[in-house]
Structure formats: structure tokens, C-alpha cells
Antibody, heavy 114, light 109 residues
Framework: EVQLVETGGGLVQPGRSLKLSCVASGFTFNNYWMSWTRQAPGKGLEWVASITNSGGSTYYPDSVKGRFTISRDNAQNTLYLQMNSLRSEDTATYYC???????WGQGTLVTVSS | AIVLNQSPSSIVASQGEKVTITCRASSSISSNYLHWYQQKPGAFPKLVIYSTSYRASGIPSRFSGSGSGTSYSFTISRVEAEDVATYYCQQGSSNPKFTFGSGTKLEIK
């Protein structure tokens, strides 16, 4: 059974940084692309970042490009999202997702506020 | 980026009624990469339909999907109280830059 467990969320001031982690189990981690998707309170779903199975390539939408960095440690079955220069509009629940539909973690809430 | 226009934004239905949600893509997508999710308050999105028309594990037969090219639909043949949720379409055809529809909130009269 695929399991994805996110940690690292919390309250952070605008302009500061935060790093999210996602520990994966139940599948061969280094065989799959991984992504982060977020959902602002009461809003829809927005893709945030993706990384190839080797970690060699990463992809971002314009809304976070240059501020967020996705990475992975295949030895530790862990996915990361480094978020810098955080803005109030980055407030959301962040979900770790695996390549292929339907593989989502429970999410971790990030609140950017002074 | 492929934009998904999902409609309606909300539905109020009676139990036993049939409801249909549509999802129109700004350009043609592969039906293999069009999926539908159900999200209940406080929960993560749950896969209902994958690859346009296949029900995910444990999903009742009253849920179905169809479509091709730029036009897709999701149907609940007889709505039940437990179906109250927000439903989203998602496309992965432009991998890795996948996108979601804006959501349809289903309520029961």
C-alpha cells in the first residue's frame, strides 16, 4: 500500500523559509516521479512542483519558480520542498503526490502570516 | 499550460437524482490522463475515476466517466447523501505540468 506522510508545516512569517518533507513507503521510491500540490483554504488545487525519479530534472509553475525547490533523497525514500521568500498567498495545505493518479498524502498546512 | 474549464461550479440535487459535471480542456488531451477526484471537507482528494472512465478501487458503480479530446464528463447516476463533496477533474497529459479544474461542489437538497 502506497503511503505518503508529509511533515514540516506550520506558521511562518512572510519572507521567511520553510522546508517540507514527505516520507514514502509501500513502493519503490526511486522508480517514480514525485510532485507537490497545494490547496489554499477554501480554494482549488494547484500543482506546485515535480521531480523526475532520479532527481535530475525539476519543474515548477511560474507562481513558485525561483522561490521553491523540490528535491529528493532516494536512499531515504524522502521528498522535500524548500520554500523561500514565502508570501501570504502561499498559505495552503501541501500534498505530496506520486506519479500516477490517486496517490496522495494527507497534507501538511503551511500558514504564512505575521 | 492546458486549462480545464469545469462546470457547473455548484450543484444542489435531491437524493436519487442524476448529476453530471463537465470538464473542457483548452487543447486536446489523452483520455488516459483525465481523472476525477472527490474531496470531502478536511480530507485529501480521493480518486474516483481514472483514465476518463475507469472506477478506482472501491468506488460504487453509480459513478462513471466518459469523454475524449477536449470534452469530458463525470456522472453520478443516483446521488446519495454520502456523495456530498467537491469534485475536481485533473489532466496529466501535459506531464509534468498537470492541472486541475476549478471544482464542483455537490450539495443535497
Amino acid at each position: 500500500e502506497v503511503q505518503l506522510v508529509e511533515t514540516g508545516g506550520g506558521l511562518v512569517q512572510p519572507g521567511r523559509s520553510l522546508k517540507l518533507s514527505c516520507v514514502a513507503s509501500g513502493f519503490t521510491f526511486n522508480n517514480y516521479w514525485m510532485s507537490w500540490t497545494r490547496q489554499a483554504p477554501g480554494k482549488g488545487l494547484e500543482w506546485v512542483a515535480s521531480i523526475t525519479n532520479s532527481g535530475g530534472s525539476t519543474y515548477y509553475p511560474d507562481s513558485v519558480k525561483g522561490r521553491f525547490t523540490i528535491s529528493r533523497d532516494n536512499a531515504q525514500n524522502t521528498l522535500y520542498l524548500q520554500m523561500n521568500s514565502l508570501r501570504s498567498e502561499d498559505t495552503a495545505t501541501y500534498y505530496c503526490t506520486r506519479e500516477g493518479p490517486g496517490n496522495w498524502g494527507q497534507g501538511t498546512l503551511v500558514t504564512v502570516s505575521s | 499550460a492546458i486549462v480545464l474549464n469545469q462546470s457547473p461550479s455548484s450543484i444542489v440535487a435531491s437524493q436519487g437524482e442524476k448529476v453530471t459535471i463537465t470538464c473542457r480542456a483548452s487543447s486536446s488531451i489523452s483520455s488516459n490522463y483525465l481523472h476525477w477526484y472527490q474531496q470531502k471537507p478536511g480530507a485529501f482528494p480521493k480518486l474516483v475515476i481514472y483514465s476518463t472512465s475507469y472506477r478506482a478501487s472501491g468506488i460504487p458503480s453509480r459513478f462513471s466517466g466518459s469523454g475524449s479530446g477536449t470534452s469530458y464528463s463525470f456522472t453520478i447516476s443516483r446521488v446519495e447523501a454520502e456523495d456530498v463533496a467537491t469534485y475536481y477533474c485533473q489532466q496529466g497529459s501535459s506531464n509534468p505540468k498537470f492541472t486541475f479544474g476549478s471544482g464542483t461542489k455537490l450539495e443535497i437538497k
